[in-house]
């Protein structure tokens, strides 16, 4: 029996979740809300990246519609395996299989769907900041997050959009923030779509 407390910030946690197919925060599909906005980007020549994509619905969504420099970011290696066998042909060299935290580059656009949210509040702004560090100038933060406070003490974590408003506006602009109105059934009127741009 495993005496040490849950690490939410070890990929071994993250192992276990895709091991045991819990499929709560899969969808088998790109978000709507999310699918809704790149459909309406015309330069595909974007340095994209998703980071804590899992099985990567996004990143394929992007792949599949010639979003060529997209990429994928888990420290899961479960989650990589799984992306891998969702799409086959995307190029191995922008699978990250790594800490974001320890991850370096520069990018046009980062995606968020259900990223903050894996991480204890505590760590928020953290993530925030290395988020801020990764866009290039005037580069844009852009997905969901859930618009309430779960009340438990595992992922997912969310809370009230003034929280994510006091997080998010000394690192951007806030150039959209407002719930969601495609939404998936059991989400819906619960995600805050939004679109910040660096400062």
Avoid at 82 to 87: A, G
């Amino acid at each position: 029996m495993d005496r040490h407390p849950i690490d939410f910030l070890h990929p071994r946690y993250w192992e276990a979740q895709y091991q045991l197919l819990r499929q709560g925060w899969d969808m088998g599909y790109a978000s709507p809300p999310i699918k809704t906005y790149l459909d309406q980007l015309r330069d595909k020549s974007l340095q994209v990246l998703v980071p804590g994509a899992g099985k990567g619905w996004e990143v394929k969504y992007l792949f599949d519609q010639g979003f060529k420099n997209t990429f994928y970011l888990d420290f899961s290696a479960e989650a990589v395996a799984k992306f891998k066998t969702i799409c086959p042909d995307f190029p191995a060299n922008q699978i990250l299989n790594s800490d974001f935290f320890s991850h370096h580059g520069q990018y046009d656009l980062i995606l968020e769907q259900t990223f903050l949210s894996s991480f204890p509040k505590e760590r928020w702004e953290a993530v925030a900041e290395k988020i801020n560090k990764l866009l290039k100038p005037g580069g844009k933060y852009v997905g969901l997050l859930f618009n309430h406070d779960f009340g438990h003490s595992q992922p997912p974590f969310a809370s009230h959009p003034e929280t994510y408003r006091s997080l998010f506006e000394i690192l951007f602009r806030f150039k959209t923030f407002e719930t969601a109105t495609n939404s998936i059934k059991p989400r819906a009127g619960r995600e805050i779509f939004f679109i910040l741009q660096k400062n």
